[in-house]
């Protein structure tokens, strides 16, 4: 037991000396990045902010390279000081030795999942309001539940509420549109209702339109008016729009059930989220399979040699199983496979192999 022990603490230890640097480096790479995006215009504390709120985001995307590297490094340690070979000559196995690495890869996953999953999503859907706001002077929010999408843009001339039926997957096209623009002191000035709204280049499209004033004092149905087409300035973007819409990250898995729910009631495909939440119960696993694919390559005595070839292999492994497993998420994402197939044969199968390499090494 106390082996064991030692065993998860020292690799607990790498674990975290390894995020504290990749944090540092992806902080540095972040904030160069973020200087050179948003300009002179804004602030360096404001540039601060925006990196530590993409922070959790980048560390999170590379927990399974950091997993790999801990092991590997966990036990390049253990065969240089010999203490590798002294536990196999007491009689205990190579399984038993990845014990303690696999019991810690499956709690930090866990907790992963359940704690820094929701951190992740707060810190990405803020990130993203901060950015617009510092960029365009105004914020922008979307909706979608039972009743169909919302979406409110904003400027300096004023805000707008959009309400539609139904909407394209990136919800850059809206259908049976109801849209009502306020002024800058919060009156509502007008109401636009039209069977179709394409979003261009700084702009709405509205296609069979009714316009209505909401003037006080000034009968709106008097004033309505009639256009087949009809132009809406729009601080909105594509990219916008898809990162409110389409990105699933920004959503924690705790509230992902009753999302997919309200987009399935509203009409609209849920299919990403579906495989994105199946994804994240997978992520314990698959940091397991990236600690069984290090120690494959590494639990050898470093008399044999060949560690940099070991490393390389086991590095390379890594990456083509993480590069398997986001071409499985496509596949899912684009019906070509069901969700669990997609989420969870990559880890069983990254698991497999690995454990196969183990035991061949082990037993020959």
């Known amino acids: 037991m106390k082996l064991h022990y030692y065993f998860a603490r020292r690799f607990l230890w ?27 215009e804004v602030g360096f504390t404001s540039v601060l902010r925006l990196v530590g709120l993409k922070l959790p985001e980048g560390m999170y995307q590379i927990l399974p390279l ?21 536990v196999r000559a007491s009689g205990r196995s190579g399984l038993a030795v990845l014990m303690a690495p696999v019991v810690v890869s499956l709690l930090i996953g866990v907790l992963v999942v359940t704690m820094m999953n929701p951190i992740v999503a707060a810190t990405s859907k803020r990130y993203s309001e901060v950015r617009e706001t510092l960029l365009n002077g105004s914020r922008s929010s979307l909706s979608i539940g039972p009743e169909g999408l919302w979406l409110r843009q904003g400027d300096p001339r004023g805000q707008s509420v959009i309400h539609a039926e139904r909407a394209s997957p990136d919800a850059t096209t809206l259908y049976n549109v109801s849209i009502v623009s306020y002024a800058p002191n919060g009156g509502p000035v007008a109401r636009f209702s039209a069977e179709r709204a394409t979003l261009g280049e700084g702009a709405w499209t509205l296609k069979t339109v009714k316009s209505w004033p909401l003037s006080p004092g000034l009968n709106s149905e008097d004033g309505a008016r009639r256009h087949d087409t009809f132009t809406l300035p729009s601080t909105l973007t594509r990219d916008s729009i898809r990162d409110r819409f389409g990105k699933t990250s920004s959503i924690q898995i705790w509230d992902l059930p009753g999302f997919i729910a309200d987009l399935e009631q509203a009409g609209f495909s849920a299919r990403r989220h579906v495989v994105w939440f199946q994804m994240e119960l ?4 698959f940091l397991i399979a990236m600690v069984l694919v290090g120690a494959a390559f590494t639990m050898r005595p470093a008399r044999l040699g060949r560690t940099g070839m070991a490393v390389l292999s086991a590095v390379l492994l890594g990456f ?9 998420q496509i596949l899912g994402e684009s019906g070509q ?13 990254a698991v497999l192999l690995a454990l196969g390499l183990i035991l061949h090494m082990e037993d020959g």
């Not at 975290?16 to 050179?36: K, V, W």
């Not at 997978?282 to 696993?285: C, E, G, I, K």
């Not at 083509?320 to 499985?328: K, Q, S, T």
């Not at 997609?342 to 880890?347: G, L």
């Open 320 to 328: 083509g199983l993480y590069y398997v497993r986001n071409f499985a």
């Open 14 to 40: 790498i674990f975290l000396s390894l995020m504290a640097m990749f944090a540092l480096f992806q902080g540095l790479l972040d904030l160069i990045d973020e200087m050179r995006r948003v300009g002179p």
């Open 337 to 349: 496979l069901s969700p669990i197939m997609a989420a969870w044969i990559p880890p069983v199968a």
């Open 282 to 285: 997978a992520r314990p696993l």
């Open 66 to 86: 950091v997993m790999i590297l801990a092991t590997i490094a966990l036990f390049i340690g253990l065969a240089r000081t010999s203490e590798l070979v002294v």
